[in-house]
């Protein structure tokens, strides 16, 4: 078996951080054309990209922990270790409750006139699961990596 020689909590870090690159990268890029397009004031632009940090950070902690409670260990060669792991679906998966339970409250509920209040409400949680995740995020992933062998 092949180790890795580094602390595990660098490996997730390094995990999470370049998930936290590339999603922050197509952000700016998005931002690009939008800026070009529509004249709006430039705090828009840091209050998207707070957010998007936010929601970024949730998503890659989630997608490592589903990874780490269900790794695919056992293939036979690399094409194999992608395509049949269904981790991905997983993740995607709850990557789209997520938005789909950020976005149901707009149409079940009138809140646009609380719009500020719901932002900060949403990153007040964004924010605590992430210290959650923090936390206790590495421990879960090395239980169950413990269980599994």
């Known amino acids: 078996m092949l180790y890795i020689p580094l602390d595990f909590s660098i490996q997730l870090a390094a995990k999470v951080s370049l998930g936290i690159f ?4 197509s952000c700016i890029l998005l ?3 939008v800026h070009m397009l529509l004249p709006y004031p ?3 632009d840091a209050a998207f990209v707070i ?3 936010l929601a970024s950070l ?3 902690f989630l997608a490592l922990l589903i990874d780490g409670i269900h790794p695919k260990i056992n293939w036979e060669d690399e094409t194999s270790a992608i395509k049949q792991n269904l981790n991905v679906v997983f ?3 709850a990557s ?9 409250p707009f149409f079940l509920f009138n809140i646009f006139d609380y719009l500020i209040y719901y932002t900060i409400f949403v990153s007040i949680v964004f924010v605590i699961l992430i210290a959650i995740m923090y936390i ?3 421990k879960i992933i090395l239980r169950s990596l413990k269980k599994g062998s």
Do not use: D
Request: aromatic content about 20%.
């Open 31 to 33: 931002l690009i054309p």
């Open 96 to 104: 789209w409750a997520i938005v789909v339970i950020l976005c149901v």
């Open 91 to 93: 993740e995607f998966l």
């Open 136 to 138: 206790f995020g590495p």
């Open 22 to 25: 590339f999603s922050l990268l």
């Open 51 to 53: 957010g998007a940090l």
């Open 42 to 44: 430039i705090y828009y």
């Open 58 to 60: 949730v998503v890659n």
